[in-house]
Antibody, heavy 121, light 109 residues
Framework: EVQLVQSGAEVKKPGESLKISCKGS????????IGWVRQMPGKGLEWMGI????????RYSPSFQGQVTISADKSTSTAYLQWSSLKASDTAKYYC??????????????WGQGTLVTVSS | QSVLTQPPSASGTPGQRVTISCSGG????????VNWYQQFPGTAPKLLIY???QRPSGVPDRFSGSKSGTSASLAISGLQSEDEADYYC??????????FGTGTKVTVL
């Protein structure tokens, strides 16, 4: 059974760093792209970026380029999303999702349960 | 701000047909496929329709998708109370960046 299990909720102060995780199981982790999606409180879904764990090829949304860092560890089948200096506006729920498909016919078939990040002084 | 526009809300009584539109442009919907996701409060989105009109296993056939030009639609036939949720369209732009629609809240009256 394919599963993406994300790390637990975090409460941080502005300026602090954070790294959240998404552990894949039940499939070959290195063969599928993993994407990250932000959902701010009461708002819609926003595509942040995507990583191919097989070779760590990464694509960032222009809106998030430079704001976050996406990475992956093949040895533990885990993808990461990190911030070096959090802002209050980073308060949101973050989802990871597995991308499948070929030649542009892509979609996210499995999603993690989400990680709620709260940034407050 | 999303470049894929959806109506904020849609509603219907049980058994009715509800349609949700998703309007994009030539550089996204016009040249890519459209997927739809269903999200209940406090839970992760779930794939509802992929590749414009395909249903994953387990999705009832009362959900259907279509695409024409730079727009797409999701139809729910025979609306049921358990269909009350948020629905998002999604596609890819020319650079293969993902795009989500603004989201539509479906209410069953």
């Amino acid at each position: 059974e394919v599963q993406l299990v994300q790390s637990g909720a975090e409460v941080k102060k502005p300026g602090e760093s954070l790294k959240i995780s998404c552990k894949g199981s039940g499939y070959r982790f290195t063969s599928y792209w993993i994407g990250w999606v932000r959902q701010m409180p009461g708002k819609g879904l926003e595509w942040m970026g995507i990583i191919y764990p097989g070779d760590s090829d990464i694509r960032y949304s222009p809106s998030f380029q430079g704001q976050v860092t996406i990475s992956a560890d093949k040895s533990t089948s885990t993808a990461y999303l990190q911030w070096s200096s959090l802002k209050a506006s980073d308060t949101a729920k973050y989802y990871c999702a597995r991308r499948v498909g070929v030649a542009g016919y892509y979609y996210f078939d499995y999603w993690g349960q989400g990680t709620l990040v709260t940034v407050s002084s | 701000q999303s470049v894929l526009t959806q109506p904020p809300s849609a509603s219907g009584t049980p058994g009715q047909r509800v349609t949700i539109s998703c309007s994009g442009g030539r550089s996204n919907i016009g040249t890519s496929i459209v997927n739809w996701y269903q999200q209940f409060p406090g839970t992760a989105p779930k794939l509802l329709i992929y590749n414009n009109n395909q249903r994953p296993s387990g999705v009832p056939d009362r959900f259907s998708g279509s695409k024409s030009g730079t727009s797409a639609s999701l139809a729910i036939s025979g609306l049921q109370s358990e269909d009350e949720a948020d629905y998002y369209c999604a596609t890819w732009d020319d650079n293969l960046n993902g795009l989500f629609g603004t989201g539509t809240k479906v209410t069953v009256l």
